[in-house]
């Protein structure tokens, strides 16, 4: 029974880690697809900077809720674990 809790400790660690990982990865890739984005609509039509600016700081804060989404999640799995609390 100890090298099966075992088990699912090391591999919810493994979990916790891939979902953070992947979620900053995302959050990095979209944010800056979008400032490069953002700055390529500036220099092509220079008054339309503010409107913009406006969008993109809204999108950008949305992106990382769902970065902080995985992170919540993350630390569910490592501090209250689920699947721990079954076997108990």
């Known amino acids: ?3 099966f ?3 699912i400790q090391g591999l ?3 979990a916790i880690g891939i979902i953070i ?3 900053a990865i995302g959050a990095c890739l979209g944010i800056a697809l979008m400032g490069g984005k953002y700055i390529e609509a ?3 039509q220079p ?3 503010n409107p913009l600016q406006t969008k993109m700081f809204l999108l950008a804060g949305l992106i990382d809720a769902a970065f902080l989404i995985g992170v919540g999640v993350a630390m569910l799995f490592a501090f209250a674990n ?3 609390s079954r076997l108990a």
């Open 1 to 3: 029974m100890q090298a």
């Open 5 to 7: 809790i075992a088990n």
């Open 42 to 44: 500036c220099a092509r």
């Open 47 to 49: 008054e339309l900077m």
């Open 21 to 23: 990982g992947l979620g």
């Open 12 to 14: 919810t660690a493994i």
């Open 82 to 84: 689920p699947l721990l």
